[in-house]
C-alpha cells in the first residue's frame, strides 16, 4: 500500500510529485554521528570547534564563535536555496541530485542553509554542523549521507577599520554590471574585500595546517557559489594529489540584507567532516562511518587530538555482478534513481555501482545501460547465493519502479 504521508522528526509531510527520498535514506536521520563520543568525525569536527575557539576571543579571553551542532535535517527549499540566492533553474536544486519530503521540504544539501535564520537571530560569529544529504554515485569516497561544518564571521566598519575613520565598507556600485566581478561584488569597497579576503584566508590556511601539520602544502582556486563572491575552493596536497578541502568566500550582500543585517560584511566557508577524516585516519571506506562494529570503533577511543592510523578489521573480498537493462522510452531515467533503488534494497553491502557500458540501437533508436554493482560486506564474507537474492530484487524492483526492461 502506497502512504500519501510521510511522518518525520514529529511532523508530516505530504506527498507529491518532488518526493523522492527513501526508507535507507530516512534510517540515517537521528544518528549524529558529528556528535557521538568518540567517532572520528566528531574528533574532526572538536579539532575544528577548538581552532576556532582558540583563534577569536573577545577581550576578556572568551571565545566569539558560538557552535550549533542539533539543527533539524528537514529544511524548507527557502532555506537551503531561495534565501542563499540559488537561482530559480539552478541544477543543484534537482530532483536528481536532493533528497526531497514533498515540493516545499528536503532533507538540507549543505548546512549552509541555515546562515540566514541565525543571521537574523542577531549573531555574527558561528559554526553549525550536521548530517547533509545528496544523491549521488556510489564507490568508495561518496555516500548520500555525510557531515559539514559551515562557518559565518560578520564585521562592521569599526572591527574592520579600527584606526582609519575615512575607510569605508560599502560604496555605490558604479560598475557597468552591477552584479560586480571576481574581484567583488560592485557594494563593497575594494579595501574591505580584501582585508576579509586576508582574515578568511590566514584563518582556513591556518586550520589546515592544524588538522594535517605545518608542512601541508595548499592552494587557492578561484570558485562559483550563488551565496559568496568573490568565492574560492582550498585544495591541500595528500598523497600525491591535490584534493578540494572546503569551498569559501565573501557572502553575497543580499543575503545580510534580507536578513536584517544593514552595517556588516562577512566570510564564511564549508568543509566536509568525512574527507578530512579519511586522510587524517587513513580510512579506506566512507560506509566504514557507519559501522557500529566495535573492531572499527574502539580505535578511536582516544582523546580528539590522538594520532589514529586505522587498522583494517580484515578486507572480506568484493563479489561483482553486472546488471543491464533498456531504459524507459518516454519517460525521464537518471542513473542517480538506479543508485537509490540499488541503495535501499542491498544497503551498505554495495560499495560501489559503475556505469560500465551506454548503447543505443543504431535501428530502434532504444537505449541501454549496463551497471557493475561491486558488493562487499565490511565484517564477513558474502556468499554468492546470499547476493543473488538482493540482485534479483534489484533487477525486479528497477523493472517496475523505474519501467526498465531487464536485458
Ligand atoms: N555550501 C558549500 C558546499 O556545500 C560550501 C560553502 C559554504 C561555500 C559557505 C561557500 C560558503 O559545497
Redesign the pocket.
Known sequence: EVQSTLNLLENTYIKDDFTNVTDKIISHLGRNLHIKQHHPLSHVRQRIVNYFYKCFVNGRGNPVFSVYETLPPIVTTDQNFDS?LTPKEHPSRSKSDCYYLNRDYLLR????AH?SELMRSGLNNFLMTGD?YRRDEIDRTHYPVFH?L???RLKTRDQLFPVDESLEIFEAGNNTRSTGTQQKQACHTLEAVKLMEHELKTTLGGLAKELFGEKIEYRWIDTY?P??QP?WELEVFHENNWLEL????I?RQPILTNSGIQDRIG??????LERVAMCLYKIPDIRLFWSNDTGFLNQFTVDCDANVTYKPVSQFPQCINDISFWLPEGKEFSSNDFYDLARNIGGDVIEQIVLVDEFTHPKTGKASHCYRIIYRHMEKTLVQSEINVIHKKIEKNAAVMLGVKIR
Open positions: 542563499l544539501a549543505h548546512m549552509t546562515q547533509v559539514q559551515d562557518a559565518v557559489f551565496f559568496t568565492s572546503l569551498g569559501c568566500g557572502m566570510w564564511a566557508f564549508g568543509i566536509g
